[in-house]
């Protein structure tokens, strides 16, 4: 029971919960208001509910749910498989895994659906997951069939042998032909949904490029990374002043027929985990991007 105060009317509903229950999630309190869960004297409200002062908030807590994934009928595109490991084409707007605010739909309830088992490493929330790619990103991705291959995949991309190249179409035109930017990247300490170049503090991050392509108010790039760090090619490449097409988060104009950053995993090439031979996966360029892309001419 939690008694609201004088001091506390005007506030909402979700605001003072996460203040007096501060040991749950946001996105836990969440489900319990929108479940029913919470009741303002005596009456289930909406987590934008403005309190008055003086009334009584009940919360019934909902037994939190296994962590774990479970098997979903997602389609996935496959670009390579064997015993071993798998590479898929991930379409944008598939989330890898769950995380803050989505327990399925992802990537690796499809992934279970169509491989059953997976590698154990990565913990039962993340089956197979040897590496990630932005929500808004598409391409090609490895999963680990098993945790030897998991942790063979694992010690090649802490030891940056893994070959990863993205397309990038990104606003105003590229000058020079190729270049390499090596700025740390840390969280944002105002826009915490942000990563920064700015603060030369950070994790160290290095990033190359190369002009495959211009247009009249564009450029399309080849980006090669050497470590992964979060939103690593979208935060250097905005911080040069060439955002990526789309992404408004870095400062990028909105394209309403877009809807997501013009970002492709284009190419992976790794040590093979069982062989040990170099095997090069392509990603098909997303739809909707090679679409964007005719549009300019």
């Known amino acids: 029971m939690i008694e609201i105060s004088e001091e506390q009317a005007g506030r909402r509903l979700d605001h ?22 919470v009741r303002v004297d005596g009456v289930a409200r909406k987590a934008s509910y403005k309190l008055r002062g003086g009334e009584r908030v009940e919360v019934e ?13 997602i389609p996935l595109e496959v670009l390579y498989e064997d015993a ?17 605010g ?39 991705l490895l999963v680990a069939r098993h945790d030897a291959a998991h942790r063979a995949l694992a010690a090649q991309f802490a030891g940056r042998t893994v070959e990863k190249i993205y397309w990038a179409m990104v606003e105003r035109v590229v000058k020079s032909e190729s270049g390499v930017i090596e700025k740390a990247i840390a969280r944002d300490p105002v826009r915490r949904t942000r990563m ?11 990033t190359e490029f190369r002009v495959l392509e211009r247009f009249e108010r564009y450029t399309l790039l ?19 002043g060439h955002p990526v097409v789309g992404d408004t988060l870095y400062g ?11 970002l492709h995993a284009r190419r992976i090439g790794f ?12 990603a098909p360029l997303a739809a909707e991007l090679d679409q964007w892309r005719a549009g300019l001419g």
């Not at 071993?84 to 895994?97: C, E, R, S, T």
Request: zero cysteines; charged letters at 20%; hydrophobic letters at 45%.
């Open 84 to 100: 071993d490991v798998v590479a898929i084409n991930k379409p944008a707007g598939l989330v890898v895994h769950a995380g803050a």
């Open 16 to 37: 003072v919960l996460a203040a007096a229950l501060a040991g749950f999630s946001r996105a836990r309190l969440q489900e319990w208001v929108e479940g029913g869960r």
């Open 102 to 140: 989505r327990e399925s739909g992802t990537l690796v309830n499809a992934l279970l659906h169509h491989f059953g088992a997976l590698s154990g490493v990565g913990g039962e929330l993340r089956p197979g997951i040897v590496h990630r790619l932005d929500a808004g990103t598409s391409g090609v």
């Open 271 to 282: 040590a093979h985990p069982g062989s040990g031979e170099w095997v090069v996966v392509e």
């Open 196 to 206: 920064t170049a700015r603060l030369n503090a950070g994790r160290a991050a290095h």
């Open 61 to 73: 807590p909902a037994a939190p749910k296994p962590l774990r994934a479970e098997p979903e009928e």
């Open 222 to 240: 080849e980006v090669r990374i050497g470590t992964g760090r979060t939103h690593q090619i979208r935060v250097h490449l905005a911080s040069i």
């Open 252 to 262: 990028a104009q909105a394209q309403p027929g877009l809807g997501r950053p013009w």
